[in-house]
């Protein structure tokens, strides 16, 4: 079973900073990651498939990358609207497995 | 638009059983690779199963292999999750979510949930 370990656990930011999310899975899974956005009382929303691709409607401050065991979510520009849990999700193994999340709030 | 549509969530006792719906619009379900995925409440996310278009194969988490059993009717464009001997554990929102493609097990379609309360 892969175990998928993001960090950190919370990030804080100021609204038009850059934020680097991380996410590490215990063994490869190729580019078979995809991330998500949720925010409270609200259904995750994909951002990311195959490590980089944006999902449809995904504004291009959102970007991906990495490939094997370690990728990275990089949201270049914060706006209000980003802040909330991001998680990331192999779909490379059976089972299927998410991250813990990573909190970006508002510094 | 595409829209998933869960039901069937409510309060079980402790070892009872409930079964939860996935209804579609927009979309063919019958074309669609889905899932369950849970939250509990305050905690991450849970991938709980999958099932492929044709209703085989099936997968399941450890923590619900042989208790839920999740199914599909294509005729009525809809998905289910069947769950006994339920434990307090198992109390989440249940998301019902479309795998991506049938090659990209990312997720790219949620409904908005069903609680499900485990609890004497």
């Known amino acids: 079973e892969i175990v998928m370990t993001q960090s950190p656990a919370t990030l804080s930011v100021s609204p038009g900073e850059r934020a680097t999310l991380s996410c590490r899975a215990s063994q490869s899974v190729n580019s078979n990651l995809a991330w998500y956005q949720q925010k409270p009382g609200q259904a995750p929303r994909l951002l990311i498939s195959?490590?980089?691709t944006r999902a449809t409607g995904i504004p291009a401050r959102f970007s991906g990358s990495g490939s094997g065991t370690e990728f990275t979510l990089t949201i270049s520009s914060l706006q209000s609207e980003d802040f909330a849990v991001y998680y990331c999700q192999q779909y490379n193994n059976w089972p299927r497995a998410f991250g813990q999340g990573t909190k970006v709030e508002i510094k | 638009e595409v829209q998933l549509v869960e039901s069937g969530g409510g309060l079980v006792q402790p070892g009872g059983s409930l079964r939860l719906s996935c209804a579609a619009t927009g979309v063919t379900l019958s074309n669609s690779e889905m899932n369950w995925v849970r939250q509990a409440p305050g905690k991450g996310l849970e991938w709980v199963s999958f099932?492929?278009?044709?209703?085989?194969?099936?997968y399941y988490a450890d923590s619900v292999k042989g208790r839920f059993t999740i199914s599909r009717d294509n005729a009525k464009n809809s998905l289910y999750l069947l769950m006994n001997s339920l434990r307090a554990e198992d109390t989440a929102v249940y998301f019902c979510?479309?795998?991506?493609?049938?090659?990209?097990?990312?997720?790219?379609?949620w409904g908005q949930g069903t609680l499900v309360t485990v609890s004497s």
């Open positions: 979510a479309r795998d991506r493609s049938i090659f990209d097990g990312s997720f790219d379609c």
């Open positions: 195959g490590a980089s």
């Open positions: 099932i492929s278009s044709s209703g085989t194969p099936t």
